[in-house]
């Protein structure tokens, strides 16, 4: 099925790191999402990133797509303990517009 | 003010009962979604609906019903609920229709259980 896979399942860093998170999908998408969940409730948008586009920044974060390996990263600088999350990234599916997809996610902990 | 709200917050209740769950979206948008969260964190588009018109149907028991009065609203109406329906069921709508070309906005989740 054409569904995001996240890497790693967990990841726990200090205040301060950089946080990386990856992504890998299996067909061809026109657009990727990236999500954060905090614990308990719904899900946020962060940044959206189209197919055609190779890089994307959004204060702190840092998205990349390379289409040819099918896989995205999720940088965060200078980490918060606020960031402190599950973070999703969601695909679509090039010849079905319908279709939209989410991983299982990487939880993600910062440490004060 | 809350974009997308759902009620209720938690819902426990016996196999065997039926239940809906309510959305509702103040951002004047066009699609709404209903999301199934397992205890793994996995989760799965259920429907989608565009202008009341639904347009994503996946693989889900024919026991589980949305409708939509209104392109503001989307319940869900579950019947004969079993153990397996155990689980975050969330809400989300979005600007124009297709789900990946637009940013989704999301509820803060109904966790249903099954006793």
């Known amino acids: 099925s054409q569904q995001g896979e996240e890497d790693p399942q967990a990841l726990s860093i200090q205040e301060g790191e950089n946080a990386t998170m990856n992504c890998s999908y299996k067909?061809?998408?026109?657009?990727l999402q990236w999500y954060r969940q905090n614990s308990g409730r719904g899900l946020v948008h962060l940044i959206l990133?189209?197919?055609?586009?190779r890089e994307k920044h959004s204060g702190r974060l840092r998205v990349t797509l390379d289409t040819s390996k099918k896989s995205s990263s999720l940088l965060i600088t200078a980490s918060r303990a606020a960031d402190t999350a599950s973070y999703f990234c969601?695909?679509?599916?090039?010849?079905?517009?319908?279709?939209?997809?989410f991983g299982s996610g990487t939880k993600l902990n910062v440490k004060p | 003010d809350t974009a997308v709200s759902q009620t209720p917050k938690y819902l426990v209740t016996q196999m065997g009962n039926d239940k809906s769950i309510k959305c509702e979206q103040n951002?004047?948008?066009?699609?709404m979604y209903w999301y199934k969260q397992d205890s793994k964190k996995f989760l799965k588009i259920m429907f989608s609906?565009?202008?009341?018109?639904l347009i994503i149907n996946e693989t889900v028991p024919n026991r589980f019903s949305p409708k939509s009065p209104d392109k503001a609203h989307l319940n869900l109406h579950i019947n004969s609920l079993e153990l397996g329906d155990s689980a975050v069921y969330f809400c989300?709508?979005?600007?124009?229709w297709g789900g990946g070309n637009q940013p989704q906005h999301f509820g803060d989740g109904t966790r249903l259980s099954i006793l």
């Open positions: 989300a709508s979005s600007q124009g």
């Open positions: 951002l004047g948008h066009d699609t």
């Open positions: 609906y565009n202008n009341k018109e």
């Open positions: 067909t061809s998408i026109n657009n």
């Open positions: 990133i189209r197919s055609n586009e």
């Open positions: 969601a695909t679509d599916a090039r010849y079905n517009f319908n279709k939209f997809y």
